[in-house]
């Protein structure tokens, strides 16, 4: 498949965000999930009739305005002014792959009870002192952790789950310990070899990304069998002996950039898979990403109605422990990843 054919599905929640739903529209919506989700792992999400347009533009200005400021003042909201995870990081601070990403950010996190400094992502959020930044920001946080339980809620139906599944699900995510970054992506070195932030997966939940107009930046890795992938503006191949080809995933109008990350393949014991991406910017841009996820003391295990979809297993074939995903408690996992993070300590992070 060429590149110019190959690109995300676009799926509208507005059914989902209906008083009064109409359920064949919800089923459409929801079996178009479930395709993206075994297919890509990847998806637009159509959110303009859940908020104004407008608001993430603003989010943007906020950024840009803050990434403007002279180094010092940026650096009055380092990270290791807290815990090293919440706070703003400078240019190649951030890790992906052992090698430093070329991006500065601002990490916020779920706030916590008896927050303390010492303990990895337990302190507290630092805001720029820039007018209105944290009172809209907090108000896209309040909106994307709504819309991740409707995304969420959604792709329980795609995957045939009944009520009472739903609700134990519901019920590992409706305290998230969310994420939220705020990134500002200068224009790569002439002598870099091309990447702002290296091929990852996202290791969470869901992703919902709004980006500026900024066009083949972001680069999804589609997984097509016997295909050799060429590489993408002549960059190096980051997707190992995997076979499929790398496109570009532009902004797209009215929409956010969704992608599912390992807690899901864990949920679906392989039927869903966290998709490899990177960024490319040749130019300044900024991206807003809001990371929906478990919460931190939730046990993460494969659902019963995703092995009701996954192909029976033979009955010569080992046993089905062989072929079931580990359950992980989500606080622990993050805590893994987390230490990898930051070049202060020789350490892979969110996108």
Not at 234 to 246: H, S, V, Y
Request: charged share 25%; hydrophobic share 35%.
């Amino acid at each position: 498949m060429a590149h110019a054919l190959a690109t995300l599905p676009i799926i509208d929640i507005a059914p989902y965000l209906e008083a009064e739903r109409d359920l064949t529209k919800c089923q459409s919506t929801s079996d178009a999930l479930h395709n993206a989700c075994v297919q890509y792992g990847f998806f637009y999400l159509n959110i303009s009739q859940f908020l104004d347009l407008s608001e993430p533009e603003e989010l943007t200005q906020l950024a840009r305005d803050f990434f403007a400021l002279p180094q010092e003042e940026k650096d009055k909201i380092s990270l290791e002014h807290q815990d090293n995870a919440r706070g703003y990081q400078r240019l190649k601070q951030n890790v992906t792959n052992g090698k430093a990403d070329n991006h500065e950010g601002i990490d916020f996190y779920k706030p916590v009870e008896k927050p303390d400094r010492s303990k990895p992502v337990w302190g507290e959020n630092q805001w720029p002192d820039i007018p209105g930044f944290k009172h809209k920001y907090e108000k896209w946080i309040e909106k994307m952790k709504k819309l991740g339980l409707i995304v969420m809620e959604a792709m329980s139906i795609g995957l045939k789950m009944t009520r009472e599944e739903w609700m134990e699900l519901r019920a590992q995510v409706d305290d998230s310990f969310w994420v939220m970054r705020v990134i500002g992506y200068p224009p790569l070195p002439t002598d870099d070899d091309g990447f702002s932030c290296g091929a990852h997966k996202d290791y969470g939940c869901l992703t919902f990304l709004h980006a500026d107009p900024t066009r083949s930046a972001l680069q999804v890795f589609l997984r097509q069998s016997g295909t050799t992938a060429s590489d993408l503006d002549g960059l190096p191949a980051e997707q190992g002996t995997e076979e499929g080809i790398w496109i570009n995933a532009d902004p797209v109008p009215n929409c956010v950039v969704c992608n599912i990350g390992e807690m899901w393949e864990i949920w679906t014991n392989g039927l869903y898979k966290s998709t490899l991406h990177r960024v490319v910017h040749r130019g300044s841009s900024y991206r807003i990403p809001f990371f929906f996820e478990p919460n931190f003391t939730a046990n993460v295990a494969p659902l019963r109605a995703a092995f009701r979809l996954l192909p029976s297993q033979d009955k010569g074939s080992s046993s089905n422990e062989s072929q079931t995903y580990k359950s992980v408690i989500y606080g622990d996992f993050l805590l893994r990843k987390v230490n990898n993070n930051f070049a202060l300590d020789g350490k892979e992070r969110y996108d």
